[in-house]
């Protein structure tokens, strides 16, 4: 199997989330092409020197176009805030690497579709972090409801809510500047949104209501004067799936309490399920039609029979953690480049997805329902 | 302490449950007037003799009008058919009694209203069948929130989500022919919108999309033929509320699995709570600021520190079951009567939340968001 | 169906359960005698008065031995300090009359003993206050142990745990008094061990550590001087059952944070099943064999298919409470009464119990195995 | 900072988490020394070749003394079974490298002794695989319980039960043989034993009852004959710890439907905490003495303020799983090696550790308390 260069550029909350992925990836599947570490760029060349030495790279750098310049360089992981996106990712694809950016693509549709456009024009191959589908119980209920085992599908409800913006006197930050591109429904409700797609299909029609709650900050750490908030902090959809069936979902990070609120419920004529990212290695099936008195919700607890869970522990409900949903995402984009069928999301599907997020605030704003 | 003379109309689900209710009250409340069981109603004699004997009336009839006119009786519960609401409750403001009428009041908004204006026109006392919000948890939820305990509130989320009309194949019933009003918008929905009014005030504006899932169903048990279903399966609503805040809801009679899946979600600048009835004994509440190490949310169990649990058992953790809340509900009704604060909700709340309702449908109908 | 007078002694904790159990007994179950509520005891007229008021009864009294005497009681339920039960057990049997007594029957052994013979030597038909067994849910247990649903059972773990004893300066009270028998190994350990035995048949030999946690407490309200605790704070017993598998059980009063933590957990051949009074609407069950990834406990939520839920609720997962376990209690005993199979626990079967609890004391002191 | 030359003899469930975790290590944790993949052993070179190249080492070996003989090996995990333990152990101490050595140290005690005085001897660094405790929310316990946020400590309760010797048809293994060393008490025992010993400190005092469930499998796979048992499938326990308080435990491997039920709850004078690694991002603390109507145990889940979660994501809630608590176990023992504090547990504390399985065989045979 051939080896692969790694690129990364950045090395904060993603940028480490790549860096152990990358580490881990063949350890779990062996299968894919060698991830070879060899280059890391953050914003000064100690910064990046530091990571190297930490994350094993065989070389660091301050300057990104050093990175997707270099010739042992096959793919670019791309981890810096949004705004800078779509100029790293369009000068990777035009050096020909494999691109993995982190969502959202770009802080307007224009622009990520426009990176979508370059990238499939140069044919390589894309990913995009939407790591919480990669649990092996993600895709266990998707197979359930491709397969029938939920029957006619009925019913999404599903909500991504978080509480890091919920104090109103924590200070204005970098992720509240309208320049970035909306505000929960992007960062949080793209999570839910892409979930909702992975296991229904395409949304074709979104009626919204996106609202600024906290309406201005502390300009920063201990400031007086206070700074207006533009984004939105909650972002409320009603969806119509191309399927046939509605649904409904919360994007929140006001939302008091909640650490990690990502979670479902699909009813279908035939079963139900739902799950949710607080206790992400169970997911709950109820299925019609078993003896009355026997009846309930079973609590699927992740196990090596739910593939890949068996890459990590041979044994059931040890647990998979967030790093462990990040190595399957760059295992698979790996594997992808390698060959194997694509499992995405490549930049094509964060289109779409954004699409939705987009429709959301088209229709929240002229108060009617948005068609993609 | 006065006697009040008590009669019930109707011995099916809900009438039994009133006759739990009128049963408990006293020993649970001593505080309120004595009732005594006066007289219960049913189709036919045997029926209404049956249940006599069984729930201690002194008199049966299957004559309602009978029992209305029965001058030692005070206070009429009203437990049939959505359909017999109007007449029977009419007749009973009529004679001057008090009523307890189940939910909803009458299929149609206007129907209601007549109901609500003749009430107050004549000055007794009513009473609908809200029971979810008579547990001790809710009126905990509620003053946590009226204090400022949770600050100044973000967000509602919430649901009534059950199964019963989830197989297709379940043959038609009454339940589902449209003059008895909505399908699940108003048997499910009107309980957490009632909730939802409950805890946070007025609805303004609601934005919904309300569905029929099952199109049609067998015409009758082991029928061939179908008949076609018009009611609403599922309503997804956004709402707004006078104090400012938004919020979203979901009516589901067709969430395979669930058996009682009611409940809420409210954030607010310094706190968050979530209830479930599926745990109705638990409250769970995250209260902001507290030492990093140690926050999360409190599990809540009901107790005799939470009034009025202690009406029923001294001891924490024992838990109140449906019922319970039933036997709340009639005490604080008769509570009333007997010149106690009103405790609701009454006809007039019970119109509100059947406005919300009616604004739901419509709003679905006409695709825009629909103010009270 | 005849009519049975009732008389209860005592209106504390236990005596307001028994007065909510019979004014609700027969409109759950219709086919059971007639419960006439003919005469409550306290200790000063004026207390008898006010609970024969409030929970209905005919006649009160200061004098218990009246109404043992009252010709028009037929049953006597005892709900005084376990102190008095014997006196008062064996005059309401000399005098003729079926008897409740609220667990534990009697301080000593043999005191219980003598009630046991006295009781079965009139022949009247007794039963003693386990009401945690009468869950529905229990039932479906219990039977899905004989039918052998989970096959050769392989062991038992329960623990009955609450926190009302926790705090060490809570001062001394009359429960923490040897004279009234053991500490929580009787008032709490009686009730796993019974329910150990509802499920799974008698126990043979027991091994325990039982100890003395607050060593001292204030003498009394506000007190400086502290009164040495001599009875048992904390009991851990390993079993041996006749039918050939162990066990493990904790009976624990100082569980700081628990209110209600009983609950047990069976494994066998074919399968296993939890259960817990914090959620005691839900028995876990899981069924061995299932297609590996479907397999998980299932979550049942007591419902109509749960004998005798229905008798309350028509429709499932709107939860029962303490006061109805204690109404199937009461019920089944007057059934018995009437001539329905007796469903117990009655004197005998607590007899059998305290064997346990008695054991447990002896096999803690001389430090090793003790059979009954 | 130095670098340290890393072996690894097996590559089977262990070896694997034993590689996941050096690749992780520094990743996560910079401080310590650079671990450099040096060589890895399995039975055949083909074998070891494989999990070379797949958990990037730099060499292989189907010889594991060749591998100890390394100059550029300065630390050996020994991940090989049981009865493997003792003589690598001793040749990699005799060569001077540090080792990790899988639990339990070896099927004897004094076997493990013999180990144990061979590293102090040498005076090198060991670690031995108790990797639960190193979840961030058991330190935190241990913090809490060691400052006395819990008060008094009262009581220890505490099992690990899975299922994988559930089924009595399934074959006859290796891990049966009594060569290993005794069954569940050492296998998953030693685990919850730790536990407590971790939380509470020494255990004084041990009474266990001891017994194989499914007494003869099949020979093997398909096999008519059937081999008997005769280690232990369900150990029960009754401890006393050195501080005075008691507590009770319970191992077991055929616990139907039970993945990873390993568990513990505490409970003192001023709180209680309970643990269970099914949800093992979430430690329930209960703080006595708050206003009441608010009590109720907190679930803290776990997040950047219970250290090390922090190390490998900075945002709370995305949880950790099984292979990150190995990274912190083998990043503690690499520092520890490094000169920064020892984390433990090393050989001595896993010695102790086997010395309480023991004496639980010792006692459940003769059927008393025995002491260490």
């Known amino acids: 199997m051939k080896e692969l260069g790694i690129g990364i550029i950045g090395t904060g909350f993603m940028g480490k989330a790549h860096a152990f992925a990358y580490r881990a990836a063949l350890a779990a599947f062996p299968e894919i092409p060698t991830p070879r570490l060899r280059m890391i760029a953050d914003v000064t060349a100690e910064a990046a020197a530091k990571a190297a030495h930490q994350y094993g790279f065989e070389a660091s750098t301050s300057d990104w176009k050093a990175l997707i310049a270099d010739p042992q360089v096959d793919v670019v992981s791309i981890t810096t805030p949004n705004t800078f996106h779509k100029e790293m990712t369009l000068a990777a694809i035009a050096a020909g690497k494999h691109v993995h950016c982190e969502k ?33 119980l993600l895709k266990l209920a998707r197979e359930m409801i491709e397969v029938g085992e939920l029957g006619e599908i009925y019913n999404f409800r599903g909500q991504h809510a978080e509480d890091y913006m919920s104090n109103p006197e924590n200070p204005y930050t970098w992720r509240l500047d309208p320049v970035g591109g909306p505000g929960v429904i992007a960062d949080l409700g793209s999570h839910i949104i892409g979930m909702a797609r992975f296991l229904l299909g395409p949304v074709t029609e979104v009626m919204a209501d996106v609202e600024t709650i906290v309406k201005s900050r502390p300009s920063g750490p201990g400031a007086k004067e206070r700074t207006p908030v533009l984004v939105d902090d909650i972002a409320r959809l009603m969806l119509r799936f191309g399927r046939g069936c509605g649904g409904m979902i919360e994007a929140n990070w006001v939302a008091t309490g909640r650490k990690m609120h ?62 462990d949903m990040k190595t399957i995402e760059i295992a698979e984009f790996l594997g992808a480049i390698g060959g194997a069928p694509k499992a995405g999301p490549d930049f094509r599907e964060a289109f779409e997805i954004q699409k939705v997020v987009e429709a959301g605030i088209r229709s929240s704003k002229e108060k009617k329902w948005v068609g993609m």
């Not at 693509?105 to 140069?122: G, H």
């Open 104 to 136: 959202p693509l770009a802080p307007t549709l224009s622009d990520s579709e426009e990176m979508v456009r370059a990238a499939e024009a140069k044919g390589i191959i894309t990913q995009v972090g939407y790591n919480y589908i990669k649990n092996p």
């Open 262 to 323: 990502l979670g479902f419920e699909v009813h279908g004529s035939k079963g139900g399920i739902h799950w949710n990212a607080e206790h992400m290695n169970e997911l709950h099936y109820y299925k019609a039609g078993r003896e009355p008195r026997h009846m309930g919700f079973a609590t699927l607890e992740a196990g090596p029979q739910h593939h890949p869970y068996g890459r990590f522990c041979v044994a059931p409900g040890h647990q998979l953690g967030f790093n």
